[in-house]
Each structure stands twice: as C-alpha cells, then as structure tokens.
C-alpha cells in the first residue's frame, strides 16, 4: 500500500477565524519543513501542495538516498518559488509596518510599548511559513536593540511565555476561572456571559479581545510596556499564601484594564494562561536573535557579501549549541550583548549549578534493528535501569544539586542522594555533572527493586529521617569535569573518566553495567541478564568516534534503547495526555470510567486525540484519577484539541497530567486525529488495546509523545515485516 505526506492546513478553531478582523485574513497553510519530510519513513508517494505526485522507490532514511529525493526537492522548490513571491509581498508589507516605531510612539531609550510587541505577534499568528516568521520576529528583535536592548531579556521571555529559566520551577498557569472573573470585572460584562463566550469561542484570548473590543473606556490608561507586564506576571507567578487568588485577581484586573487594544488584552490573558500559542517555537526565537545580534554588529557590517552570508547561516547553529549547553537566558543574553555571537562560545559554556537538556534515546524492537543501525561504528550495551533520572551537580564551592530528566531541582527530593554522594568522589574530583539513573535499593537483599516503589517516595521537603525507600546512584555518563567540559569527547573517554572521579560505594553509588558486545547471541545474553537483575532491557550507545559525543537535547540515534517488555508490541511505551473522560457505568457510575487520550504537535501546537483507554486500571487508580481530574474539568474543549466529534467524551480537561500507555499495535483511524495527514492522507492514527501503565509525573503535557514520534512507530510496524 502507498502511504502519503500530504501538507495539511493547520487546524484553527472557528473560533479564531472568526474573531479576526476583515481584510486582515492572510491564508494560512501549514507546511511540513522539507527536513521534516525527509525524515519520514518509507514514503513512497509525496503530494506536494500543488498537487504534484512525485514517486520515490524506497524508503527514505537518514539521507542515504540522495538521488531519489532528487525529484522531490525539485517539485518543492518550484512551489516554495511560487509561494516565496506571494510571501515577499507580505512580507513588505507586515515588515514596515513592525518597522514602525513611529507608530507606537517608541522612542530610544524608553521601555518597549507592549503593543508593538503585540503587533508581531498577530503577524506571526497569522503566519505558517517559519522563514517569514523568522523574519518577523527578527525585525522586532533589531528594533530592540536599536532603542532599548535592556528590554532584549525581558522581550524573549515574552515571546517564549516564560518567566524565568525552565529549572527554576516558577510556574505562569493562572487558571481558566480567576481569568474569567478579571476578565468580566475590568470590562464591565457578567461572568456568565463571558463563560458563555468561551464555550463558544473555546480560546480564552479571544474572548478578552471580544470583551475589550466592545467595551467603551472614559479614560485612556498609561500604555503597558515589556517590563512593566513582565514584572507583573512574574510577581502574579510568585503569589502565595492566604488570599493570593484576590491578590492575583487584583494585579490581572489592573494589567486587562490597562490594555488599549483587543490585540493587547488576548496576548495578555493567552500569556497569564501559559499558552500563548502563536506558532512561535523556541529554536525560531533562537535563530532570529543569532541573526538579529549578528546584524547589529559593526564588524559584520564590514564583511564581503559571500562571507555576510556564511556568519548569517552559522550564527543560529553557534546559539544553539550554548543554549543547550546552558538553557537560561538570564545567562545567554547578557553575554550575547556583551561578545556577540562569536565570542559566545568562549565565553558561556556549560556551569555546574545550571543542568544541561540531557540527551534522549530512539525506540528500537529487535537486536537485528540495533545491529542494522549501528552497522560500522563501535558501541557499547549498558544496563537500562528503571527509576528516574538525575543529573547531579557539584560546584567548586561545594553545592549540590540534583535536578529531573526535566530539568527540575530536585534536591529536595533526594537529601539522601546528596549526603551520600561525596563519599563515591575521589579525592581529586572537585566539580562534576553526572549524568545517571536514581533507583530503589533493597539494602538487605542488595539488589534492585521495582520503580513502582521508587513512586511512592514524596516529592518534597523530604526529610532523611522519614526516608523508607532507600536509592542507589547508577552513573553512567558525564558532562563536566574540574572546569572541563566533556560534552565533545568520546563516550569512551568519558567513560573513562568517570571511572577515574569516583568510586563505587555499595548500595548507594555505582557504575552502569556494561559490555562491549559485537553479535546477537551476546547481546542477547547480556538483555537477558539485564532483566534478571531487574532492569528494563538495554540501552546500546556508539562508543567511539564523532557520533559518540553528547548531544544535550536530543533524541539521538547514536543511543538506542531496546526495552524487554516491547520486543513484541510497538516498541515503546507512550506518554500521552488526558484530554477527557466519559463517564462510568454498574459500579464504576460516580467515577469516570474511560479517557479520551492525546499526543502533542509541536508543529502546530495542538493535541491530537489518540485513543480511548478503558484497561489497566484498578478500583484504587480509578479513584484517584478521579479525584484529581475532577479539579481540571473544563467547560469546554481547548481550541488546540484535535478531535472528531464520534469521540466526544462527557467531560473535557485541562491538559494537565502524562500517563504511560502501552499498546499492542499502531493502525489508521478515521476517527482519531494523532499525526493526521502523515501516514494517510485524512485520516490519523490510533493504538489498539491501549493499557494504563503509570501517570509520568516527570513530563508536562507538551513532553507527551509527538505526533511525529506516533508516525514513526506507526511506519516501523512495516518495516519490520518487509
Ligand atoms: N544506562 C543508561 N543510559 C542512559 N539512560 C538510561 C540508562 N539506564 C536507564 N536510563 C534511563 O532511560 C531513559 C530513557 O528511556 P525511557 O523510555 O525510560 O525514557 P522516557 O523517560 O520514557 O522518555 P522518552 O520515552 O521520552 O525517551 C533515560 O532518560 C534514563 O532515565
Ligand atoms: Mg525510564
Ligand atoms: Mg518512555
């Protein structure tokens, strides 16, 4: 059978459609990147946008087939011609009218009016291609460094809806009842009025935009700024304790009052919500910036025009790599202003006390799979441990720090872990990051226990006095040793240099299990042991070489994971998200007795329903999922949720916890919407038998399983039996 890529129009509620201005209406399409499609496997038919059929003989898998993408690449550059026409005129056009600083009254030196912000924004809204928003985004961003580059930060984090560093764990989420209330107070409407509206609208933004449109004001209020609506959320973030939701409603209130414009007030409310949701994705913020600093230096002004070009091109690559290295910007934007991109390296380079974006690892099924991947390189199979992981840290000055696969300090979690750790350390090791897994320790019996009893230790302010489940540290990588960075050596040599910082102590520190296998009846061996010993399977690594390095951030090839639960299912476990519920029947009538579940599209910000989920449950979890998705029920779906109406379940949620999932096989759905429009032309896909397994306390929503993820293991199915 031939599957398809078909590029698929983004899915935007009525809601918003609606809402927006005549004349205004820029089409929309949303297009796949080209390195996204090349990336899709065994695709034997792509359907560009205009409808051209290009054939490819076989499947498309890391680049191998050059010539066979030839006609692809052709049939889309003559489109993307066409459409690059249409865009420059848009782009002109919206281009100038960022540009004009006149208009917002923005001088040099004064703080950046929140609503030129505002402006570009709606423009990337209304945008699909990345490279024009990119060129929005850029624009604004050369504004600011030209009259206010103090407002750069704060600026960022506006576009990123966040207001600190993602390790601080200060969290925005004012949730959907106080934003109703503001909004009703400040624009004079009733609230039921205005949940009226939302249940139409299903976007709380647009329902502020409506609210403050029809509104008439006596007065005009002093214009909002970056900083000034910055400072607010980030104190709104910080409200705790008695009366905080008043106080809360008291500074939202002033902020929505203090709005001129429809625009202003649903970027605002859309921002306080944490999901701003203009299509706006973290690695297009980082390469306008890299552009943006780049083409306000001097020095690059002076270059040649070919050489101009090559420093444009390099510049995100060089953000990119220090932000993963060091993902705060508190720390990057300071030292961008003061070297520019090309003395950002040498100058911002991975700190204890800062945790890296740990390296991810891709799914495989059968050792056959791990050979074939790994055919000519040297590797090495270490146990997979199933608990958590942790990326400890120790300063020269003493600190500890243990934070989550989610970057989240965790240090409270585990006291126990960090009084225990300096005994491991030999005496020469005086600053390190590790990289390791943290697991429930039989300390009687010396071997490892399940990670069901590693949950059930508490997550905060744990003392070590009440600690039952004792841990041991399994290390099996590091990142950082006495002011080095190691990232760029070897997984050999890093190996190695664990070895030679630290000492196994029993029970409480050791080295991952490994072995240098080289055919399937060893591998085979060692799983065999792996599982024995109560570890999840095998995690193979390429060991030496260019492509042995560590890669924060990524779901990297060059390390593999081969679970001994999933040989025979779809390879992995999922980790999906609980949109819904429908209500129980017999003895299950005063709980929810199944849930509609959801992956996440980064591309286009969306959940997309994947299944219904009936199994796995006992008496006891049914109870408790109810208990705690009861408090996130929403009046009505988010405009974001995609789904079709033959799955409407009876109530809705917030996109609010992670379950694991596993399932027995991938198939194609008309009625459920994961990865629509990649593996079929219409229709998405779901998962057959669907289980409970755990609800993943360590991934937010937007961690879920990706629709792309979801294709991939949809395709693989087939590979296999080819
Ligand atoms: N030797 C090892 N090397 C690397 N990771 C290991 C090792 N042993 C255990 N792990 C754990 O395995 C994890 C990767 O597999 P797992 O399927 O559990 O990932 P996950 O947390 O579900 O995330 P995802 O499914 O998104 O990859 C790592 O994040 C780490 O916590
Ligand atoms: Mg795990
Ligand atoms: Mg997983």
Known sequence: MDKFIIRRPAKRSKAEANSEEEGENIPKTRVPKKAKLEKKMLVKKVVTRKGKQVSKKSKNDEGEEINQDKEL????????AEEDEKDLAIKIANGNALNNNKSFNWKKGEPVPFTALCKTFEAIEKETKRLVIQEYLMTFLKNVLELTPDNLLQTLYLCLNRICPEYENLELGVGEGILMKAIAESTGRNLASIKKDMKTLGDLGSVAKASKQSQSTLWTPKALTIPSVFNKMKAIAMTTGQDSQTRKLGEIQGLLSACTTGEEAKFLTRSLEGKLRIGLAEQTVLISLAQAILLKDPQYQKLSKSAKASELAEAP??????YSEVPSYDIVVPKLLEFGVKGLRKNCKLTPGIPVKPMLAHPTKSITEVLDRLEGHKFTCEFKYDGERGQIHILENGTMKIYSRNLEDNSQKFPD?????PKALKPTTKSFVIDCEVVAWDSESHCIRPFQILSTRKRKDVKEEDIKVTVCVFAFDILYLNGESLLQKPLSERRQSLYDAFQPVRGEFAFAHHMDATNIE??????????????????????????????PSKRSR???KLKKDYLSGVGDSLDLVVIGAYLGRGKRTKLYGAFLLACYDPDNEEYQAICKIGTGFSDATLEEHYKFLKEHEIEAPKSYYNYDKNTKPDVWFEPCQVWEVLAADLSISPIYKAAVGVCDPTKGVSLRFPRFIK????????DATTSEQIAEMYQRQFQERE
């Open 417 to 421: 872990i960090l009084e225990k750790i």
């Open 317 to 322: 690559n060089i953000l990119k790599a220090v």
């Open 695 to 702: 609800v993943r306390d360590d991934k937010t929503p937007e």
């Open 73 to 80: 690449e052709e049939a889309m550059e003559e489109d993307e």
């Open 522 to 551: 060893e591998i085979q061996v060692f799983l065999d042991e792996s599982v024995k010993d109560n570890c999840e399977g095998l995690m193979v690594k390429i060991s030496e070489g260019p492509e042995s390095t560590y890669e």
């Open 558 to 560: 060059n390390w593999l």
